[in-house]
């Protein structure tokens, strides 16, 4: 069983920058297929990002490109998130998912462990 363990949310002020971190734990970690979803306050659970294993693909949603970098270390079974240039829309708890399948998936009815979800906020 994989369990994905967060963190580095927090509390950030319009244009800086933040850094989440997904250990995980369990499982062929280095296999999958590994995702960001994010859910702010009365609103959807929508995609991030995602990365794949070998070749490392990459997938975005078009409001965070050029922004937010996804990447991995499976030496260190860890998926990383990296959040520039925030803005008060990115406000919302940010969780890490795993998906056994190991090609980028968008929907988080494909993927099957998920994180327990940092809140990130960003002031403006």
């Known amino acids: 069983q994989v369990q994905l363990v967060e963190s580095g949310g927090g509390l950030v002020q319009a244009g800086g920058s933040l850094r989440l971190s997904c250990a995980a734990s369990g499982g062929t970690f280095s296999r999958y297929t590994l995702g960001w979803f994010r859910q702010a306050a009365g609103k959807e659970r929508e995609f991030v990002a995602a990365?794949?294993?070998?070749?490392?693909?990459?997938k975005y949603t078009d409001s965070v490109k050029g922004r937010f970098t996804i990447s991995r270390d499976n030496a260190k079974n860890t998926v990383y998130l990296q959040m520039n240039n925030l803005k008060p829309e990115d406000t919302a708890v940010y969780y890490c998912?795993?998906?056994?399948?190991?090609?980028?998936?968008?929907?988080?009815?494909?993927?099957?462990?998920w994180g327990q979800g940092p809140q990130v906020t960003v002031s403006s």
């Open positions: 990365i794949t294993w070998m070749p490392a693909r990459t």
């Open positions: 998912a795993a998906r056994k399948i190991g090609t980028i998936a968008t929907l988080a009815a494909e993927y099957d462990y």
